[in-house]
C-alpha cells in the first residue's frame, strides 16, 4: 500500500476535524469533510452538514472559487471515497473530473452499491491520481452507516445507567435521575448520533421517557424514532411517546422478534439505534448477540430502591451467556462523579475490521 507522506497525513486529519462538525446530523448519509491543497495551503474546505445538501467535496470546492482561487491541479484529502452515483444530488467525482483536480486521497471506502464504477476507477480512467489511506477515525465515525448500507438493519449501541448498588431507578420527579448532567448530557450526545432510540415496555410504563434530544446543538437533526417492544401491547395512552409533538416518530412492536424489529428500524433508515431500555431488554439483546457497542454509565449512589438488581448479582443474569463478554478499545471517563465507561464488543470491532482490510485490498489493486 503507498503509505502517506507527513503533509498527507496532517490534510486529512484536517479534513476529518471537519467530518465531525456533521456527526449525527447527515444520516442516512455519511459524516465527511474535505480539504482542497494548493502549494502547501489549504484554499477550499468543507463538510456535508445534512442529508440533500451538497456533500463535502463540492462545499469546498465552492468556497475555494468564492476566495477566487482554481482547483484545478490541486490535491483533494476526502474522508470518504467521493460517489459516483445520482442521488438527490449530482455524484461528486464528475464535479472533481471537471474542475481539473490532480490528486484525490481518500481516507475511507463508500461501500453503496450504487456507486458503479467505483472513483478510484473512475479517476484513474481519467488520469487523476487517486490513493487510499486507512483513516480509522473516518469508518468509526460512520460506522452506524457502513453496517446499515451492507446489512440493511441498525449498528446498536446497548446503553446502561445504573447505581453502585445496582439501582436502575432513583424515584420520581427531579430526584428520578441517576446520573448527574455531564453524564446526561454525553448521553444525549448518544441520541443525538442516532436515528432511532429502542426500550422495553417496562421503561415506558415506569419511567414515561421522552426519549428526545436534549442538552446538545441540534440544529439539522430529525428528532429520533422511538421503538417501544412489548409483550402485551397494553400500555397507558397518555405517555408522553403517543401524545408529544412527536408522537409520529413512536413505532410499538407487540410480540416481534428483535431481529425483524431491526429490519423494519433499517426499511425507516435508521443506521443507528441507541437500546436505553432497562436490565431485561439490555440483556436480551446482549444475548441475542444484537449489540456492537455499549455506553454504561456508573454513578456514585446507593439507592435502594426502584428497579434493581440484588447485592452482588451479576446485572447480566449468568444464564443468559456462556461465557464473559470483552470489551474491545474500552474507555473510562469519570464525568464529574459518574464513572462512563466505552467499547465495542467483537461482533462491531470484526465488522469494522472487515472494511479497514477493505481498504487494504483496494489499495492493492
Not at 465515525?141 to 446498536?156: A, C, D, E, Q
Not at 470489551?327 to 467499547?343: A, M, Q, R, T, V
Request: hydrophobic residues 40%; positive net charge; glycine residues 8%.
Amino acid at each position: 500500500m503507498k503509505s502517506f507522506s507527513l503533509d498527507d497525513r496532517y490534510w486529512m486529519q484536517e479534513a476529518f476535524k471537519l467530518a465531525l462538525l456533521g456527526e449525527g446530523l447527515t444520516s442516512p448519509n455519511p459524516s465527511v469533510g474535505a480539504v482542497i491543497v494548493k502549494n502547501g495551503v489549504i484554499i477550499g474546505k468543507g463538510y456535508h452538514k445534512k442529508a440533500g445538501a451538497p456533500h463535502a467535496e463540492i462545499e469546498a470546492i465552492e468556497e475555494a472559487k468564492r476566495h477566487g482561487y482554481s482547483v484545478s491541479g490541486s490535491t483533494l484529502y476526502v474522508t470518504l471515497e467521493p460517489c459516483t452515483c445520482w442521488g438527490k444530488t449530482p455524484p461528486c467525482s464528475l464535479r472533481i473530473i471537471e474542475e481539473k483536480i490532480s490528486r484525490v486521497v481518500a481516507g475511507s471506502p463508500d461501500p453503496n452499491p450504487k456507486n458503479k464504477p467505483r472513483a478510484m476507477e473512475l479517476f484513474r480512467a481519467q488520469g487523476i491520481d487517486f490513493s487510499w489511506e486507512i483513516l480509522p477515525e473516518a469508518i468509526f465515525l460512520n460506522r452506524g452507516f457502513y453496517h446499515w448500507i451492507v446489512t440493511g438493519k441498525p449498528w446498536v449501541i446497548g446503553k446502561m445507567a445504573m447505581a453502585i448498588d445496582g439501582s436502575f431507578s432513583a424515584g420520581i420527579g427531579d430526584e428520578k435521575w441517576i446520573s448527574g448532567l455531564p453524564a446526561r448530557t454525553v448521553a444525549h450526545k448518544l441520541r443525538m448520533i442516532s436515528d432511532g432510540i429502542l426500550i422495553g415496555a417496562q421503561t415506558a410504563r415506569h419511567d414515561n421517557p421522552l426519549l428526545t434530544i436534549r442538552h446538545v446543538d441540534k440544529k439539522y437533526k430529525v428528532q429520533p424514532w422511538r421503538a417501544i417492544v412489548s409483550l402485551s401491547g397494553r400500555l397507558p395512552k397518555e405517555l408522553f411517546l403517543f401524545t408529544d409533538s412527536f408522537k409520529e416518530r413512536t413505532l410499538l412492536f407487540v410480540r416481534v422478534p428483535l431481529e425483524m424489529v431491526l429490519e423494519e428500524l433499517g426499511s425507516r433508515a435508521v443506521a443507528t439505534l441507541l437500546v436505553e431500555g432497562g436490565k431485561t431488554i439490555f440483556q436480551t439483546f446482549l444475548s441475542k448477540g444484537l449489540i456492537h457497542e455499549v455506553a454504561f454509565f456508573l454513578s456514585p449512589l446507593i439507592i435502594g430502591k426502584g428497579h434493581h438488581t440484588e447485592w452482588g448479582n451479576s446485572l447480566i443474569e449468568s444464564k443468559a451467556l456462556s461465557s464473559p463478554i470483552p470489551l474491545i478499545y474500552p474507555s473510562w471517563e469519570n464525568l464529574k462523579g459518574d464513572i462512563y465507561c466505552h467499547g465495542l464488543l467483537l461482533k462491531g470491532a470484526q465488522f469494522l475490521e472487515e472494511i479497514r482490510n477493505q481498504v487494504i485490498s483496494l489499495a492493492n489493486v
